[in-house]
T-cell receptor, first 110, second 115 residues
Framework: DAKTTQPNSMESNEEEPVHLPCNHSTISGTDYIHWYRQLPSQGPEYVIH???SNVNNRMASLAIAEDRKSSTLILHRATLRDAAVYYCIHSIQGAQKLVFGQGTRLTINP | DAMVIQNPRYQVTQFGKPVTLSCSQTLNHNVMYWYQQKSSQAPKLLFH???????NEADTPDNFQSRRPNTSFCFLDIRSPGLGDAAMYLC??????????????FGDGTRLSIL
């Protein structure tokens, strides 16, 4: 299974940007990078995904390194509701499934 | 409005007593997944259906089975629950072709306790 490496935990302040890093050194050219987050007592929630180019949506931005071995999820202005476990997942093309790593627990301070 | 619905949110059963967890979706997605998430751990895929085709993960215990009678519903059957099966069980759906990268949509899970 494809493996990603993330910090166990990170802390940030409300209304500040947050950069969540992820390493995926075994990624191949057709594999996507997905980010999900899981708020307390809820199921995981899709955040964003991308292949090569940087991606933006209403929730976040995804910056993918040129060699694709790492990526960064950017929350532009954190709120208390962004406190969650963030999972970076490297999906194998054609595998049709996601293999969750341990994720990063993000704490937002008021 | 909830699009992937799991009932009940909390289920208690006795050691060895069969239990069924249910999932329904209003998205008409062709792929449905079941995950197990133990306390402080990441979700772990048990199996998934692509339409009616069942795909079991290699390390899913034989104790766990699934049924998908139609597009909207999927069930997780645990034949003889042990204490180690206490966990949150998550259902998810996805639309699209095999190998596609469309997002998965998760329900809020059923937390199963074993007495």
């Amino acid at each position: 299974d494809a493996k990603t490496t993330q910090p166990n935990s990170m802390e940030s302040n409300e209304e500040e940007p947050v950069h969540l890093p992820c390493n995926h050194s075994t990624i191949s050219g057709t594999d996507y990078i997905h980010w999900y987050r899981q708020l307390p007592s809820q199921g995981p929630e899709y955040v964003i995904h991308g292949l090569t180019s940087n991606v933006n949506n209403r929730m976040a931005s995804l910056a993918i390194a040129e060699d694709r071995k790492s990526s960064t999820l950017i929350l532009h202005r954190a709120t208390l509701r962004d406190a969650a476990v963030y999972y970076c997942i490297h999906s194998i093309q054609g595998a049709q499934k996601l293999v969750f790593g341990q994720g990063t627990r993000l704490t937002i301070n008021p | 409005d909830a699009m992937v619905i799991q009932n009940p949110r909390y289920q208690v059963t006795q050691f060895g007593k069969p239990v069924t967890l249910s999932c329904s979706q209003t998205l008409n997605h062709n792929v449905m997944y079941w995950y197990q998430q133990k306390s402080s751990q990441a979700p772990k895929l048990l199996f998934h259906y692509y339409d009616k085709d069942f795909n079991n993960e290699a390390d899913t215990p034989d104790n766990f089975q699934s049924r998908r009678p139609n597009t909207s519903f999927c069930f997780l059957d645990i034949r003889s629950p042990g204490l180690g099966d206490a966990a949150m069980y998550l259902c998810a759906t996805r639309d699209g072709p095999p190998g596609g990268n469309q997002p998965q949509h998760f329900g809020d899970g059923t937390r199963l306790s074993i007495l």
